[in-house]
């Protein structure tokens, strides 16, 4: 399908290129696949570029197509999609809208009224739920309280109900339980769109957007549940955890094990740079363990020695884990650690198996 997607665009289109970035196991089977395609590659040995690449765009599977403009800014990663839909390209290049136009600026309230409410500037919630979700009824009276005890000290708060309800009586019943606004259950397009581009795999999920237009997180159900303070951001550091451990998914982390013993001293070197780091929305994640539970499933999952202090980056979005060769937990063997990781000198040391 790809194929005849590239011929007939590259007949219209000479702006356009592909490039096949491989996942192979080895060279034969590269030559072979790449032999089936009429665009170019990059070279099978360049496997660090290849886990760049996976890592930056985040690519968790394949295929995956990813669309960039001439600037070399990301359009879109769900390129594949896009072909899906418009196998002729006859709406290339895709550019999304952005999310205030995706949005736009009706809503409706519970007693059905239609109301026309900016969220530019503005921090707010997404909250994806239904009526026939029992979680999401179970949840949905914490989020109520949670609300209108904020609102009174930020009064430009505002939540945004996403329904996944199965037909306007159940969404009425159930927004008529909801203190803040909703997108028009007539409108299912917007709503399957906010789903897609959040990647809503369950209910109930809180999506927190800044002012600025930014995610502060996905995961704001476990922020209200665990009273975590407005604007409800994720600390910069934290101990490893069954509840927090799955932020390790998301985003490269920096990962020290260490004794109990030693614990505070490397919180208190970790937490300045964490800072920093947040403070730049530099995109990385910083976490301590000491042992039992899910550090011990960790340490399994990316065979590490059980020496401490050992510290590691774990990087999921690109299937790599880095290990420092710098046993002491200081503050510039960490930044110097983390120098590496940009600069992309750092061996793939993620077990094979």
């Not at 809503?107 to 997404?126: N, W």
Request: aromatic share 10%.
């Amino acid at each position: 399908m790809l194929v005849e997607f590239y011929k007939n665009l590259k007949a219209t289109r000479h702006d356009f290129e592909l490039v096949f970035v491989s996942s192979d196991k080895d060279q034969h089977a590269f030559d072979e696949y790449f032999g089936e395609m009429p665009w170019v590659a990059l070279p099978y040995d360049r496997r660090d570029l290849k886990e760049k690449l996976s890592g930056k765009f985040k690519v968790s599977g394949i295929p995956s197509l990813v669309v960039l403009d001439k600037d070399g800014s990301l359009i879109t990663s769900k390129g594949r999609a896009e072909v899906m839909k418009d196998p002729k390209g006859e709406s290339f290049p895709w550019i999304p809208q952005t999310l205030d136009q995706l949005l736009g600026t009706k809503f409706v309230t519970k007693s059905g009224a239609e109301v026309e409410k900016t969220l530019q500037g503005k921090v707010y919630g997404l909250y994806f739920s239904a009526h026939w979700c029992p979680p999401c009824r179970k949840f949905t009276p914490v989020l109520v309280a949670k609300f209108e005890q904020l609102k009174a000290k930020h009064p430009d708060f505002e939540i945004v109900f996403v329904s996944s309800d199965h037909d306007q009586g159940a969404f009425d019943e159930y927004l008529g339980e909801m203190p803040w606004v909703a997108i028009p259950f007539s409108d299912r397009k917007t709503a399957k769109q906010l789903g897609e581009r959040f990647e809503v795999e369950g209910i109930p999920t809180l999506v927190i957007m800044d002012s600025d237009g930014s995610i502060i997180t996905t995961e704001g159900v476990g922020a209200v549940l665990g009273d975590l303070e407005y604007p409800f951001r994720p600390p910069p550091l934290n101990k490893l955890s069954e509840e927090n451990f799955q932020g390790l998914n998301g985003s490269p982390s920096l990962l020290v094990f260490t004794s109990e013993a030693q614990e505070a001293q490397v919180a208190a070197t970790l937490q300045p740079i964490a800072d920093e780091y947040a403070a730049g929305k530099k995109g990385v994640g910083f976490y301590y363990a000491t042992q039992g539970g899910i550090v011990d499933a960790v340490r399994r999952f990316g065979n590490f020695t059980t020496d401490t202090p050992l510290t590691v980056i774990i990087n999921i979005p690109a299937q790599a884990i880095h290990i420092s060769e710098r046993k002491e937990v200081t503050a510039e063997n960490i930044r110097a650690f983390l120098a590496d990781f940009a600069g992309g000198s750092l061996a793939n040391q993620i077990p094979k198996r």
